[in-house]
């Protein structure tokens, strides 16, 4: 079973975005979760994690101080706020375990316009 992402769109740079994952059941639960993002013609680069329980996080630098990610375990749910959005921020964004260890779902297109 693959995680379904939503919440990607077209935004002005400056705008925010929430993004929301769900991933099968006890996968979730047990697994540190990431948010991964690929842009065209570049590999698919992890963006944040975020522990089982959600104690800690981590962010690449570029996104550092504009996005949190968060979980909900009880609705097997993963999200993104991301803030203060640059037109380098715009790829597809993607959902999964720390070591990759689930299907890729589709990804939701995060577009930002300079």
């Known amino acids: 079973v693959q995680p379904v992402e939503s919440g990607g769109g077209l935004v002005q740079a400056g705008g925010s975005l929430r993004l929301s994952c769900t991933a099968p059941g006890r996968t979730f639960t047990i697994n540190t979760m990431g948010w991964y993002r690929q842009a065209p013609g570049k590999q698919r680069d992890l963006v944040a994690s975020i522990t089982s329980g959600g104690g800690m996080t981590t962010y690449v630098d570029s996104v550092k101080g504009r996005f949190t990610i968060s979980r909900d375990n009880r609705k097997n749910t993963l999200y993104l706020q991301m803030n203060s959005l640059k037109p380098e921020d715009t790829a597809v964004y993607y959902c999964?375990?720390?070591?990759?260890?689930?299907?890729w779902g589709q990804g939701t297109q995060v577009t930002v316009s300079s």
């Open positions: 999964n375990t720390l070591l990759r260890s689930i299907s």
